[in-house]
Structure formats: C-alpha cells, structure tokens
C-alpha cells in the first residue's frame, strides 16, 4: 500500500464532533456541535466571535471541551502521541523562541516529534523548498516579513508529513504569487487524501479552494456541506446570470417558465439576472425553452453563489429566528 493510499485510508475516519461544547466561564466559545470533516478542503467560516478560533483549538487539543468528544482520525487527545502525531497546525499568531532561525525553527519540531538528526536535516530542508524559504532558511525568524512568517509556520505545520492540516487564517499577509503557491500546496495536500480544514474571513478565498464549507456564527454551527446544498436547503431564491445576445428576447419569455420570481436586463444589454425558487427546475426547463426558441446562450451560471451570499442570508435567517 502506498502512502497516498494509507492516507486516504486513515482520512476516511475522519474528524468526528458529537455534541462538542467549550465554555470560558460563563462565555460561549462553541455549543453543542455535531460535525463530521471528510478528506478534502473544508473551509470554516464566520466573524470575529462567531467561534471558529475556538473550534480550531479544540480540533488541535490546545484546549479541552466542557462537553462532549472529538476524535481525530479515530484517536482522541487522550492519546497524545498519536493525536498529536497526526495532526499539523498553523496558528494565526506569531510565536517564535527568541533569536531562532527558520532552519532550526523547523528541525527543532522534527526531532521533537521523534526523528532522528539525519531525517530530521532531509525533512527540514525539504520543506523550506516547497514554502520558497531556502534563501532565508538561516536568518531570524524576527527579521521575517509578514508573509515569510506565515509560510515558516505553515512549514512548521507539515513538516512532519501530517493527515490532517489545521490552518488558522494561513494566507493572512501574503503576497498573489505566494498565495498562490501556498494554495496550490493545500490543493495537493487535499488530492492525497488528506483533510484540510482552513479557517478564513476572506470569503472568496474560502469560495475558490474549499470543496466544502462550515458555517458558524456566535458559537453555534449555522450550516455546513457543500456550498450549493446550503444555498438550497436555505430556501432563498438563487440569482441566474445568462449571456446571451437573445438576452431582449429571453428577458420577454421569460416569465412563461415556473420559479421564476425576478428577471433584471444587464446594463450592456447582452445578458439578463434571473431569480429563480427552484433552480433545478430553471434549468431544465430554461434548457428546453433554448432549443425550442434557438436562443444562443454563451454562458449562464449562478451569480451569487458564494460563501459570503450563503452566509448572510443564514445570518439573517438566524437572527430573525432568535
């Protein structure tokens, strides 16, 4: 069996939340979340105080639940070593020993997690390759920018070859191309069958690299799965763009089909937003209409269906029902 096969394998387990619950006194940090994180990129989502910064420690055993368990891979932090093991995390913060390079920033991780000198060189130097640090691999990590400081904790998070990335606001500071280059690695981490879980209150990011979303808000998980089945489950009408240059045309038509609430003309006049109550139901019919009426369509996709709609719609959703 090879490794990206045993990944897959261990991955399949999971992260596993029952009833998961973190309290600060009498400040709600999570409540009662029952939430399983599959193989894959899963972006966790919400504002400042809606939890995710909780949720992230208690997923990296930083701090233990009030109530309720979690189990990584099948293993709960009550088995240290193998918890610990298995799991890379990059904390949103800066902590650095005083005057330490990023050489031995990483190399001091690894033997920590039990390899031998030799391994521990291959694997440190291995890794300032893949987050573009060979360069400064010897000057003081205090004397890093911003970004280089987010890719040597990012370096320091896998490092030791982990299944399960825990990624806390990881591309704060970077610049495109880094970003870029860091994404792609998530994205490669993902396909061998491992579970990202990346935290982010830049939520187009969240869009572009996530397979799934989790949507938390005040301590409580509001949503979480793939973005369309949210979107659906909510009940809000979903915005349609279509261009087309029979767009004058359509726009006249239409109505005629069923679930259509809204249709809007684009200011060029060469495409038109249309809201529709059931979606599904659109596009079938709408895809009938086209052949009937040989309208030519260059493009047509959902224009809001992003985290960032999902999630105020939920917010709202939630407040009004509260």
């Not at 701090?63 to 189990?71: D, H, Q, S």
């Not at 913060?93 to 390899?115: A, E, K, M, Q, S």
């Not at 990012?154 to 591309?171: F, S, T």
């Not at 060029?268 to 809201?275: A, P």
Request: aromatic letters at 8%.
């Amino acid at each position: 069996m090879n490794q990206a096969e045993t990944a897959k394998m261990k991955a399949a387990a999971g992260i596993a939340l029952h009833d998961l619950s973190k309290f600060y006194g009498d400040v709600l940090g999570v409540n009662r979340i029952n939430l399983t994180i599959e193989a894959g990129i899963t972006g966790l989502v919400g504002p400042n105080g809606s939890g995710k910064s909780t949720l992230m420690n208690l997923l990296a055993g930083i701090v233990k639940p009030t109530r309720g368990t979690l189990e990584v891979l099948g293993v709960s932090a009550s088995n240290p070593e193998s918890f610990y093991g298995q799991l890379g995390y990059c904390t949103q913060y800066d902590f650095f020993p005083v005057g330490i390079n990023g050489y031995d920033f990483i190399r001091n991780t690894l033997l920590i997690h039990g390899y031998n000198k030799a391994t521990a060189k291959a694997l440190t130097l291995q890794v300032l390759q893949q987050v573009d640090l060979m360069e400064a691999a010897m000057r003081p990590v205090e004397a890093y920018s911003k970004g280089m400081r987010q890719r040597i904790k990012l370096a320091q998070a896998i490092a030791h070859k982990p299944d399960v990335l825990i990624l806390d606001e990881p591309l704060n500071g970077l610049d495109p191309m880094a970003r870029a280059q860091i994404i792609a690695l998530f994205q490669e981490f993902a396909d061998s069958g491992k579970i990202v879980l990346i935290s982010s209150q830049i939520l187009h990011e969240v869009d572009l690299i996530s397979d799934r979303v989790v949507l938390l808000n005040s301590g409580y998980l509001v949503a979480e799965g793939d973005l369309n089945n949210i979107q659906s489950e909510t009940g809000e009408p979903m915005r349609i763009f279509i261009r087309s240059g029979d767009a004058k045309k359509i726009a006249a038509k239409v109505f005629d089909l069923e679930h259509v609430v809204e249709a809007q003309l684009h200011y060029d006049g060469q495409g038109l937003f249309v809201r529709s109550s059931d979606a599904d139901a659109f596009f079938l019919s709408f895809n009938q209409q086209v052949i009937n009426q040989g309208w030519s369509i260059e493009a047509i996709g959902a224009a809001d269906e992003t985290v960032e709609a999902v999630y105020q719609h939920l917010i709202v959703e939630t407040q009004v029902t509260t």
